[in-house]
Structure formats: structure tokens, C-alpha cells
């Protein structure tokens, strides 16, 4: 990532628990310049860079949901795109980093976020017979020794939308949690991806290439294990309103 500068919206953390975070919170939300298309995100224990986002993508990024489950409204402000960077001067738990970066938007965008729990169409991935036998667990999980990169755990994603017939797509896991599949899998998808496998722990596996949804789901299923299907779930939506409106009630 570039250097970003620290100057243009200063903010003490003033909300929550001051003292977690110290005196020198810096917060700068910017409209962005990076290209159309071009996004970047990188998170840190004392600082938090998302560029090239726009406001209900990068709220979405923030509580880590589908941003199919961030109701904004209409308010006239849907392609513009910004950068959003918080620095601290000391670490902090992820908790009080998303209080931060929400505190940081309801202020400069005069919104209120609130969380509604709201029935939804989804699909709902489940592993009825345990892992497959494509599902392998990591070697760290057999007791061996990998590396610490192998550890940390890689998803790659060849690649555009599964929804695409003309995209051929693929993925390769290296230690890669369930969870972190569903996160990637998920924004190629139509609807909300819910994750109900009850599988922990980290696996290596492989997606050969695939055209569409339904060969993608035929192949989670034959060569991991994993079925999804279409459901209704009870799922939190954050209900984004100008606070005018919640003053006004």
C-alpha cells in the first residue's frame, strides 16, 4: 500500500472507552482516488486502511457482512467512493476498532447504524456428513510442522463471478478456515452465504474450474461434502439512517 497521510479529519477517541484507544486516534475519510473498480483493504491491531470504497460496501467491510445485509436507503450517495484510514497510538481489540470506524461515520455522515435481526432469503451451507473426502485437515492439524506462512492461511480465487457462464473459475485453499471460504465465496454469489458446516479448524483443498452456480454447488457437494441450499434465516441487517429521522420520531 502507498503512504496515506494522517492530516485531513482528526478525531480523539472520545466514544466508547477513551482510554483503550489514547489520545492520538487520527481519522481521515477522503474521497478516493483510486481507479474505478480498484479497491484495497488492510487491517492492523493499531490502524485500519480501506480505500476505494464506497459507503455501504465499507460499512459492510467493517462489521465483516455480506453487503447485501446493509440497508442504506436512498440517500443520493451510492457511487461515490472514499478512503477511510484510523490510526492509533496504542493496539486495540477488534471490538473497539469497529466502535471507532463506526463512531467515525456516523459523524461525518450524520448517520445512526443500527442493527436489526430481519428474515432473508440465503443459502445455507451444511457439512450433514462431515468433511469430504476432499477436505483435507492441515498439516497442523496432524500434529506436523508447517511453516508460519502456511499457517496464516491462503485463499486464492482464479477468477470472476460464478454467476458469469462465460468465467471459468477455480479455487486453491491452503490452510483456510471454513469461515474464511465462505467470506470469499460469498460476494460471487446472489444472496447472503450462511455458514451452518459446524467444521473448525483449518483444511487444503481445491475447486476445479467451474461455470456457474450450479456446478460450483455440485462440486462443493462430490468433492467436499458441503451442501447449499436456498433457505430463509434469521440474519442481522444494519438499518443505516440520516439521524434527522431518528430525531424527527
Known amino acids: 500500500h502507498p503512504p496515506l497521510r494522517r492530516v485531513v479529519h482528526a478525531a480523539r477517541a472520545e466514544q466508547g472507552n477513551p482510554g483503550q484507544a489514547g489520545e492520538q486516534t487520527e481519522v481521515q475519510i477522503v474521497p478516493t482516488t483510486m481507479k ?66 463506526v463512531s467515525a461515520l456516523e459523524r461525518k455522515f450524520g448517520l445512526v447504524i443500527t442493527p436489526e435481526t430481519r428474515s432473508m432469503s440465503v443459502y445455507v451451507m451444511s457439512a450433514p456428513n462431515g468433511p469430504g473426502s476432499g477436505l483435507h485437515a492441515h498439516a497442523a492439524a496432524a500434529g506436523l510442522a508447517p511453516s508460519a506462512a502456511e499457517d496464516a492461511g491462503q485463499i486464492t480465487y482464479f477468477g470472476k463471478d460464478c454467476t458469469e457462464k462465460a468465467a471459468s473459475t477455480a479455487f486453491a485453499v491452503s490452510a483456510g478456515t471454513i469461515a474464511d ?22 483444511y487444503d483443498f481445491q475447486i476445479g474450474n467451474y461455470s456457474n452456480t450450479d456446478e460450483l454447488f455440485t462440486a462443493l457437494h462430490d468433492q467436499l461434502g458441503l451442501v447449499v441450499l436456498p433457505l430463509e ?8 439512517r440520516p439521524q434527522g429521522e431518528f430525531a424527527s420520531l
Do not use: C, N
Open 181 to 202: 471460504f465462505r467470506r470469499t465465496l460469498e460476494p460471487s454469489l446472489d444472496r447472503a452465504l450462511v455458514d451452518e458446516t459446524r467444521l473448525t479448524g483449518s
Open 36 to 101: 474505478a473498480g480498484s479497491t484495497s483493504i488492510e487491517t492492523e491491531a493499531d490502524a485500519w486502511y480501506a480505500r476505494g470504497f464506497d459507503l455501504k460496501t465499507l460499512i459492510a467491510q467493517i462489521y465483516d457482512i455480506d453487503v447485501r445485509q446493509v440497508d442504506l436507503g436512498d440517500d443520493g450517495t451510492a457511487d461515490a467512493r472514499y478512503d477511510l484510514t484510523v490510526t492509533l497510538a496504542k493496539e486495540v481489540d477488534q471490538e473497539t476498532m469497529r466502535h471507532l470506524l
Open 233 to 240: 434465516r434469521k440474519v442481522t441487517v444494519l438499518k443505516v
